[in-house]
């Protein structure tokens, strides 16, 4: 894709619009490759032995809905269109999160990059998720209100990230802009639509989680200004202008990127059927109802334009010729032949939409590239050409468009030459109500106070600190900036009230002050406990933090125990507000080990496993008998709390509580 932007006009004329659209067809029949279709769409095969206008309009429509025609991209003329089903165009409500969503969990991949974990009321059978990279002064502005962007995937989208943050450079591109990009996670094949029926394990409803679920968390739990965009590439970008076009209420902005927006045209159904069967074994059938029909007729962005009046509506794609080793050319890598078949065909039908537009009056920014094929490189190049489009519709200031920023003082001293603070995106700004300051920088953050003096924090202890609160949680401001631990896999920072320590098995997790004074005994990470695995948990008035090698607990009275090895395993499935926090360490006897809890003790011996006791009449009458040595041996099961009884099981004989007396069973 050439970088001359004087050769992407606007809406073309009518004239000009039909010689491109013959120009190519006739390159795509010349080429005579597989005819393919929606983003990352499979292959679908047409006969090489005769023209592709031909072979498509071969294919029967299976509806009467639709106007005959034989042409290739555009079945219905203008005029002609049938009637969509009415749209909904209330917009959902603020006050609090809809009955049946709960956010599950924030997790942070750097202090501006979020992913957030739904129960979702629309899709309850299955955890969903959406990434947000928050807006420049979320942190600086902590009462200011944001705009939002939504980025959607392809039709390979995968559950674990968005291709955009994974094949882009969408993160830094967006860290000085003011503005929060929403990018859902998943829906592979989904069209991001709601689905008339189940289908493949699942019942997709895509546009509900997004547009009643989504929008109030973003309203409620991320500030924002209810101001919004929408865009996408190839099955996203589909997805883009049908949510726009479905929602006009919700949406100042829709972008397509090499989109397929003619989806009723003869031979498109049943080319995004084989396409969903490919892409991973779904029927197009359950999403849309049988080809052709109104639901398919919902779902064509060409014949809901005139919901889009209002909006800033910017389209593009390129002409399926590549261009790798041009000096111009954005292209990382040689071409493939889909990426040209499904550029080609996203060229006709966007042409087609461009054109309908057109024939509306409905203002359509177009930019049909002289070359381009369907690839992750050509869309981020899209997209930063799209931005001013979007931040005009959105009513971003100009100076929220990049960062004009200053780097001074002690925070200016403390991070200079050093990589990660390279480039600032805001000025010092106060930290809530605290005396201290900190400044965000495109790699990590830097704070000062007058107790702590200045030091900045990056990577995923920077993460997981914001997660926490950053400065204005109980942590309080760092102490010093990223240090190596002793052994040399890990990495800490040491904060006013705690540490944070990352390991590249465990990631990164803060230990309170309190258990580190306790850790030290046992020789901090270099001993048997280990690093870090989880948050600390308050127990019983005392706090227990997960280790690789255990737990390290504090008890009530400040006494501080490690817990390892089998016992800890048992410890760990046993309801431990239960049986308590650990009041010592492990002791060796004859045969095993056993450890005192507040409530009872756990004994491990090779051939009766970790097991749990409980105090008690059971316990007292055991130790009666001499305890593991004596007549009963080793406990084999748990301490088991039944109906009008207790039980404990041993490895010579049972002894039961009833009403109040011990027997044996």
Not at 141 to 164: C, H, I, V, Y
Not at 417 to 423: L, S
Not at 481 to 510: C, M, S
Not at 600 to 606: E, H, K, L, M, V
Request: proline residues 6%; contains cysteine; negative net charge.
């Amino acid at each position: 894709m050439r970088l001359d932007s004087s050769r992407s006009p606007h809406v073309q004329s009518q004239t000009a619009g039909q010689s491109r659209g013959t120009r190519g067809r006739a390159w795509f029949k010349a080429l005579a490759v597989p005819t393919a279709v929606a983003t990352g769409l499979a292959i679908v095969p047409i006969s090489t032995q005769a023209p592709v206008a031909q072979a498509q309009s071969s294919l029967p429509g299976s509806s009467n809905l639709l106007p005959k025609n034989d042409g290739l991209t555009d079945s219905v003329l203008p005029g002609e269109a049938p009637q969509r089903s009415t749209i909904e165009t209330e917009y959902p409500s603020s006050d609090g999160l809809p009955a049946g969503v709960e956010i599950d969990r924030v997790e942070y991949k750097s202090p501006r990059h979020a992913f957030v974990y739904v129960k979702s009321a629309a899709m309850p059978d299955q955890e969903m998720k959406f990434q947000i990279l928050l807006a420049r002064d979320y942190y600086a502005k902590p009462n200011q209100q944001f705009p939002e962007l939504w980025l959607m995937d392809g039709l390979r989208a995968r559950e674990t990230e968005s291709g955009w943050t994974i094949a882009t450079d969408v993160e830094q591109y967006f860290a000085d802009k003011n503005v929060n990009v929403v990018l859902p996670v998943g829906g592979e094949s989904s069209f991001y639509s709601d689905w008339q029926k189940p289908d493949n394990g699942k019942h997709y409803k895509w546009e509900s989680f997004l547009t009643k679920e989504v929008i109030p968390i973003m309203d409620n739990k991320f500030r924002s200004n209810k101001q919004r965009a929408v865009a996408g590439l190839s099955m996203g970008a589909t997805s883009a202008i049908n949510m726009a076009e479905r929602n006009p209420h919700l949406f100042n902005f829709a972008g397509s990127f090499s989109g397929y927006l003619d989806t009723t045209s003869k031979g498109m159904p049943e080319a995004i059927q084989m396409a969903l069967s490919d892409g991973g074994g779904y029927n197009a059938e359950a999403m849309w109802g049988p080809l052709y029909s109104q639901g398919w007729i919902d779902h064509d962005p060409k014949l809901g334009i005139e919901q889009l009046r209002d909006m800033t509506v910017y389209v593009s794609s390129g002409s399926g010729q590549p261009d790798f080793g041009d000096p111009n050319s954005v292209a990382k890598h040689g071409p493939s032949l889909p990426g040209v078949g499904l550029e080609v065909i996203s060229r006709m039908s966007t042409q087609t939409f461009v054109d309908r537009a057109k024939a509306q009056n409905v203002d359509v920014v177009a930019k049909f590239r002289p070359t381009g094929i369907h690839t992750w490189e050509y869309w981020e190049f899209e997209l930063k050409q799209a931005w001013p489009y979007i931040a005009n519709s959105l009513s971003i200031p100009q100076e929220g468009r990049a960062a004009e920023c200053e780097v001074k003082g002690a925070i200016g001293a403390s991070v200079a030459g050093q990589a990660h603070f390279e480039e600032c995106l805001t000025n010092e700004y106060q930290v809530g109500e605290t005396s201290g300051v900190a400044q965000d920088f495109t790699g990590g953050t830097a704070y000062w106070s007058p107790e702590t003096g200045a030091h900045g924090v990056y990577g995923a202890i920077n993460a997981r600190y914001a997660q926490l609160g950053g400065a204005t949680s109980w942590l309080g401001f760092p102490k010093s900036t990223e240090l190596g631990t002793p052994d040399g896999k890990g990495r800490l920072v040491q904060f006013e009230n705690g540490n944070i320590y990352w390991h590249p098995d465990t990631g990164a997790w803060e230990v309170p002050n309190d258990l580190l004074e306790g850790w030290k005994e046992y020789d901090y990470e270099r001993g048997r406990s280990g690093y870090p695995t989880g948050k600390d948990e308050h127990i019983n008035g005392g706090k227990l933090q997960p280790m690789q090698g255990g737990f390290l607990a504090r008890n009530r009275e400040g006494k501080t125990h490690l817990v390892f090895g089998a016992i800890a395993k048992k410890y760990a499935t046993v309801d431990k507000a239960d049986l308590g926090l650990p009041i010592s360490n492990e002791y060796k006897i004859d045969g095993g080990w056993f450890q005192q809890f507040e409530n009872g003790n756990i004994y491990f011996s090779p051939e009766s496993g970790a097991q749990v006791i409980k105090y008690g009449k059971i316990f007292d009458e055991w130790g009666k008998h001499g305890y593991e040595k004596g007549k009963f041996g080793w406990p084999t099961a748990d301490f088991e709390s039944k109906p009008g009884v207790n039980e404990q099981k041993f490895q010579n004989g049972t002894l039961q509580e009833i009403n109040g007396g011990v027997r044996e069973k």
